[in-house]
């Protein structure tokens, strides 16, 4: 039987194999592939561990599945398909199979600690090809320069990289993207506020992290707005800014720049800090010119109108759509134009066979309308764009509004987290335990941010809960590094205990003796790694692969206490649960990790 423990797709072969003797046999002139084998677990255990339901046959056969299902383990059990010790056998319209434990143990513990490429990337017999090798671009983040990264920021940050990581650990070529979207009437908010108010007054002499005094001028430019009553409107005066910065105005060019980098050096603090990553920044400022000059191109051939009021139009009526303005009348940009110069721009700098954004779910029709324009204008790979949309993040409280400062700061809210869960060590005085318990109090709030804010599938809108997401119990980012640090525990106390009794057994681990029940589950959970892994890489759902690793979690603590590793009965059981161990401690660590959640030995 092949190495690979994706035990699913092995018995798909098994099954497919028979089906098309079968066939063959009945000379029907039909046959079967195996992506036609539907594979599904028995809601009993004594059912089987699989199931394989042959209605999908019953046309090419012409027969009834329960006929079908008594043809097919009439075959799988003929030695030539050498199906080993498992028990194949038929309940109604199913052929159900269950597995050698002993045998299945051994492949699956073997395969996650001889850390497996193939168990580890998806699983060896799944059709890859649409992922393997393919260049995939993921965008993500896209923050402006007007103000600091917040709690939504949080969770497309999280997304992204997730994702990022997921597809690459399916062998796709991944580059992550940050569009910095550092021009606009959003940033020109900001600097008329400072401009008028900052009386030159840095990050430095305020005490304030860079980004968040920026932002703190945004906010002062919504109370000037409600304050002001003169003839001349802030908002006004911060358009004719707009006006002075795409003039190449010196003065206003000195400022936006100025406040672009306190911006970006305080977001770049935030991204090491929460373990977020780039392979290249795009500038809207370097982007919009060329968007701007294939809008003037798309006029030129027709593709867009120039109104009475002299804005640049896309008529979208006929796909059912309106009219989208694609330049202002006074010729400054948009989004859209900004847009379209940063994907061609990232297709000449790397021919991507898929671009994918992750932008919040409240984008959808400006995604709808991008990828149609870049299609009409001409470039074939506008197909391959994809708009990984998320819902909201909202907090007990409500909304939250930028402009109003009733956003969460995303450092604000990893220092409550952080002192949460430092204050929950020294309770529990297990300060010498952890070792330096600052540091394991920040992966702690990493931890159970990011495992939160990715549990939910991503187009669903959520309700973040700092306190929920810092329990030690239940569906929970701590609860998993605790499972983590535990395996941890139990090994290293095991090693201790070799080292000091000199022992150096290589004798072979008897994995037969993992009879119960809940060591079955936890090898059948290890065993199903690859097909959550693959299955999160195509649904791009990272929350696929948190249910998997809250399961192991789960199942594991079951195992724990029904069944004593270090205290075994025999030494060879004690051995083969250590195996178990550690076979479950390869496949935590590499999902914590695609799941952007710190990995701790100690808790």
Known sequence: MDEIMD???????KICAALNEALEELHLGETVDTGDIIAEL??????????????????KFKKSPPQIAALVVNKVNHPSLAQGSAEVFTLGPYVNVKLDRAQTASRVISAALNANKDFFTGGKNSDKKDLCGKKIMVEFSSPNTNKPLHLGHLRNDVLGESISRILAACNAEVQKVCIINDRGIHICKSMLAYQEYGNGETPESAHIKSDHFVGKWYVRFSLMEKMEKAEESALERARQLLLKWEAGDTETVALWKQMNQWTVNGMKETYKRTDISFDKYYFESDTYLRGKDEVLKGLERGLFTKEVDGSIQADLTAENLDKKVLLRKDGTSLYITQDFGTAILRH????????VYVVGSEQRYHFQVLFILLAKMGFAWAKD??????????????????????????????????????????????????????????????GALHYYLLQVSPERDMLFNPKESLSFNGNTGPYLQYMGARISSILQKDEAKALLEGKNDDAKIKFELLVSDSEW??????????????????????????????????????????????????????RARLELCRAVLAVLRAALNLVCIPFLESM
């Open 385 to 446: 764009l994809y708009h990984l949309s998320y819902g909201m993040v909202n907090l007990p409280e409500g909304k939250m509004k930028s402009r109003e400062g009733t956003v969460v700061d995303a450092d604000d809210l990893i220092d409550e987290l952080r002192d949460m869960a430092l204050a929950e060590i020294r309770d529990k005085a297990r300060e010498e335990i952890v070792g330096d318990a600052p540091q394991t109090a920040e992966k702690i709030a990493l």
């Open 521 to 574: 589950e936890l090898v059948k959970t290890i065993a199903a790694y690859p097909e959550a892994l693959e299955a999160a890489a195509r649904a791009m759902n990272p929350s696929l692969l948190a249910s998997f690793l809250y399961e192991l979690s789960k199942n594991f603590a079951r195992f724990y206490h029904e069944c004593p590793v270090l205290n075994a009965d025999t030494q060879d059981l004690q």
């Open 42 to 59: 028995p809601p009993k255990p004594e059912m089987g561990d699989l199931g394989f339901p042959m209605f999908p046959f019953a046309k």
């Open 7 to 13: 035990e699913k797709n092995i018995w798909k072969e």
């Open 348 to 355: 000449d700098d790397w021919a991507f066979d898929k671009l």
